[in-house]
């Protein structure tokens, strides 16, 4: 599953002669073909990246008001979106595919249809129109900026905590401690 460990571009349903529905997952470099359908494959990203994905869809799907399309989240710079690729064929067959937000460089209107255009310079042919995409990118961005508020929010609180407690330090309060002094150790050094 080496797949699983590289830098996703775009997770996308596809219809393989060999092996039948298939994954095409693209990164930075190249494009590989995954033997499983497209919800399998976006099961084990998640499971990999140790995210509950149908908590992570009540949600975000609460904060956005949306029930379907909704982002998902593995971490604050792996965000995909999700747009129509394909028609299905069959009962069970996918049809949405997982663009990384910031694995997008520009999307472009084709014959009245979307075109992604990722880093890579790869081109994605979407069943939708270009504002219907921008207007889903903006969605992950609303997102993003969620994500990066419940962070934030945490790591206040927790500061709080040691502010307004007079509590005794706990060994991974000492360890977290330990760390930081030899940061700011390592840096010292460097600017000697």
């Known amino acids: 599953m080496e797949w699983i460990e590289k830098n996703h571009l775009a997770i996308l349903p596809i219809y393989n002669v060999e092996h039948g529905n298939c994954t095409l997952v693209i990164d930075d470099e190249d494009q590989t073909v995954v033997k499983k359908t497209i919800k399998t494959a976006v099961k084990k990203l998640c499971e990999h990246n140790h995210v509950d994905q149908k908590a ?17 989240v593995l971490s604050l710079d792996r965000i995909y ?36 255009r990722l880093k890579n310079n790869a081109e994605i042919p979407c069943l939708c129109t270009a504002e219907t995409a921008r207007k889903t990118i903006s969605k992950g961005e609303l997102v993003k900026d969620l994500k990066t508020n419940v962070a934030v929010t945490s790591v206040r609180e927790a ?31 460097t600017l000697k």
């Open 56 to 72: 992570a869809n009540s949600y975000y799907g609460k904060k956005l008001s949306i029930r379907t399309g909704i982002p998902i």
């Open 81 to 116: 979106i999700q747009l129509k690729v394909r028609e299905p064929i069959g009962k069970d067959d996918g049809a949405m595919g997982y663009f990384r937000l910031n694995g997008i460089s520009q999307v472009l209107e084709r014959e009245g249809r979307a075109v992604i």
């Open 159 to 189: 500061l709080e905590y040691y502010y307004t407690t007079d509590a005794p330090a706990m060994k991974s309060d000492i360890a977290r401690l330990c760390m930081k002094v030899d940061d700011i150790f390592t840096i010292l050094k």
